[in-house]
C-alpha cells in the first residue's frame, strides 16, 4: 500500500519536489541490495541521515546502513503508509517488514515508523531522520531483554 497525500491546507509543494519525494518512496519500496547506488542520485553530497542507531552525514555512510541492513536481516521491505508534504518538507509514515537472520527467523517481524525529510533547492534529500521507537519496536521481540524491558515499562507506567 502506498499513498501520497498532499496536506491542501499548507502551500503545495513545487512539480520538483514532487518528483523528487516520488522518487525517494519508490526507492524505499523498492529497495534492494542492487538498487543502494541509487542513493547517490537521491540524497545529496552533504545529506545528514538520523534513526535510533545511527547519526551520518553523506550518502556512502547512507549506503552503509541499508548494507547492513540486508546483512542482518532476511527479507527487509518497506510498505509506505502515507506521505504527507508541504514545500520541501515531507513526512512519511511506514512499516519495515523482515525476519532475523539469527534470532526467531521464521516470525515475520515489523517496525512501525516515521521519516522526516527535507530536500534541496536541486531536488535532492539533504535532511531524513526517522523516526521509531527501538525499545518497542526491537528489544522488547528478543526474549531475555524483553521481559526485562516490559518488566521496566510496567513499573514506569501509571496505572
Known sequence: MM???????MTSPSTQHNSAQQRLLDFYTTISPNSLNRIFE????????????????NPAQIRKIFE?????????????????????????????TFYFKSTQPDTRQTIHGGSHVIFNEEGMVSYHRDYWDAAEELYEKFPLLGSLLRWIKRRLCVH
Open 42 to 57: 537521491i540524497y545529496a553530497a552533504e545529506a545528514r541521515f538520523k534513526d535510533p542507531f545511527n547519526d551520518v552525514k
Open 3 to 9: 499513498t501520497f497525500t498532499m496536506n491542501t491546507a
Open 68 to 96: 547492513h541492513m540486508f546483512e542482518s536481516l532476511n527479507k527487509p521491505q518497506f510498505t509506505i503508509l502515507q506521505c504527507i508534504a508541504q514545500d520541501n518538507h515531507c513526512f512519511i509514515l511506514w512499516d519495515l
